[in-house]
């Protein structure tokens, strides 16, 4: 699992211009089943975004598809984590740790 930290590298005027796009990408990577949750940071100076994906340099590649990365309007930091506790809503993606 990882969890996508985005922090905007211009002003909302920018980011606001190409949301819309972010927004069909988003919404691309829900139907796909990779993304399990988003939204802005408060303050607005970013998002971030819950992630499922085979492998980090899958979901690298994946996060510089991004239009705002594309754009060059935002910087993502990626955490890769095991999530070995979950809510009920998650537990498909529960994992043990290694012995």
């Known amino acids: 699992m990882f969890v996508l930290e985005l922090t905007y590298t211009a002003g909302l005027e920018s980011i ?3 949301l819309p796009q972010h927004i069909a990408w ?3 990577h829900y139907a796909a089943g990779t993304f399990l949750a988003s939204g802005r940071k408060v303050p607005r100076d970013g998002g971030v975004i819950l992630a ?3 492998d980090r340099a899958g979901v690298e590649a994946l996060v510089a598809t991004d239009p ?3 754009a060059g309007l935002t910087e993502y930091r990626v955490t890769e984590f095991v999530a070995t506790t979950t809510g009920p809503e998650l537990a498909a993606h529960r994992r ?3 012995a």
Request: net charge negative; charged share 35%.
């Open 68 to 70: 705002f990365v594309r």
């Open 16 to 18: 606001d211009a190409v």
């Open 26 to 28: 988003l919404e691309e």
């Open 52 to 54: 499922v994906g085979e």
């Open 96 to 98: 043990q740790l290694p």
